[in-house]
T-cell receptor
Framework: AQKITQTQPGMFVQEKEAVTLDCTYD???????LFWYKQPSSGEMIFLIY??????QNATEGRYSLNFQKARKSANLVISASQLGDSAMYFC?????????????FGKGTTLSVSS | DTGVSQDPRHKITKRGQNVTFRCDPI?????LYWYRQTLGQGPEFLTY????????KSRLLSDRFSAERPKGSFSTLEIQRTEQGDSAMYLC?????????????FGEGSRLTVL
């Protein structure tokens, strides 16, 4: 069964610094997709970035990049130049290709706090 | 606003009562998902629809939980005989297409408090 592990309950960073949020996953399917979502205190889940298992390059979206290490089964989110508005919960999620119809499976999340 | 909308945003009920939540997905999205999220945890998948067909419901938490999407547009999630353990945020999401690359678009959730 697929599984997502986020081992950092909370992370603290100062404005303008970079931060890495860890995510490891477990799957036996060679085809899968990895996602990161942000959930601010308002509660809405906001999609940040996607990485496919066959993508040769690490995904990037503005200040977000995904450090994808397939052999280690890790998909860490890197946020560069942190901003106060980045303070939120961050969730890593995965969907396997052979279960394309099913929903994303989420990790427990990491709370990021950005200070000035 | 053309995002996913959920109603009500907050619901307080007494144990044993029935509650129903509504979700209106993004109009062109054929897939609709329900999740439950408890405090400090990630969203937990409950069920999903493709158009009006409920293709996965084995993860509904008990037979007190049921969901419908009668015309392939909006969906309802009903909890019968609520228990205090049902207190949580209920999230709805929608997506387009059959591939596994598609992101889910979430609503703001319906928060349930069972007294």
């Amino acid at each position: 069964a697929q599984k997502i592990t986020q081992t950092q309950p909370g992370m603290f960073v100062q404005e303008k610094e970079a931060v890495t949020l860890d995510c490891t996953y477990d799957t036996s399917d060679p085809s899968y997709g990895l996602f990161w979502y942000k959930q601010p205190s308002s509660g809405e889940m906001i999609f940040l970035i996607y990485q496919g298992s066959y993508d040769q390059q690490n995904a990037t979206e503005g200040r977000y990049s995904l450090n994808f290490q397939k052999a280690r089964k890790s998909a860490n989110l890197v946020i560069s130049a942190s901003q106060l508005g980045d303070s939120a919960m961050y969730f890593c999620a995965m969907r396997e290709a052979n279960q394309a119809g099913t929903a994303l499976i989420f990790g427990k999340g990491t709370t990021l706090s950005v200070s000035s | 606003d053309t995002g996913v909308s959920q109603d009500p945003r907050h619901k307080i009920t007494k144990r044993g009562q029935n509650v129903t939540f509504r979700c209106d997905p993004i109009s062109e999205h054929n897939r609709l998902y329900w999740y439950r999220q408890t405090l400090g945890q990630g969203p937990e998948f409950l069920t999903y629809f493709q158009n009006e067909a409920q293709l996965e419901k084995s993860r509904l938490l008990s037979d007190r939980f049921s969901a419908e999407r009668p015309k392939g547009s909006f969906s309802t999630l009903e909890i019968q005989r609520t228990e205090q353990g049902d207190s949580a945020m209920y999230l709805c999401a929608s997506s387009l297409g059959a591939g596994f690359t598609g992101e889910l678009f979430f609503g703001e959730g319906s928060r349930l408090t069972v007294l």
